[in-house]
């Protein structure tokens, strides 16, 4: 059974960058025909798809977020990673990972992690 676990700082500085980690496990995230997601939830608003990096590392990003957001991964780890920059108290979320089977509908979802973003 895949599992996801989300992992990084619970408090940024404005103007910083907001790093967090996912880690798989239940099977490698090279697998093909995978996808790996990052997905956020502002409070009092609903979900914002961020990026996804597929199983052979292609990313795709959020046009509104494309200047400032980065996905990576480190399949010896079977970890994928998010870095947003420039943060401002408007990137306050909870930020999920999550994977799917190269379908529109996710079929595994980390617990979720609160970022606020404050000085």
């Known amino acids: 059974q895949v599992q996801l676990q989300e992992s990084g700082p619970g408090l940024v500085n404005p103007s910083q960058t907001l790093s967090l980690t996912c880690t798989v496990s239940g099977g490698p995230i090279a697998t093909s025909n995978y996808a790996w997601s990052w997905i956020r939830q502002p409070p009092g608003k609903g979900l914002e798809w961020m990026g996804v990096i597929a199983y052979d590392g292609t990313t795709y990003y959020s046009p509104s977020l494309k200047n400032r957001i980065s996905i990576s991964r480190d399949t010896s780890e079977n970890q994928f990673s998010l870095q947003l920059s420039s943060v401002t108290p408007e990137d306050t979320a909870v930020y999920y990972c999550?994977?799917?089977?190269?379908?529109?509908?996710?079929?595994?979802w980390g617990q979720g992690t609160q970022v606020t973003v404050s000085s």
């Open positions: 999550a994977g799917d089977k190269m379908r529109p509908t996710i079929d595994y």
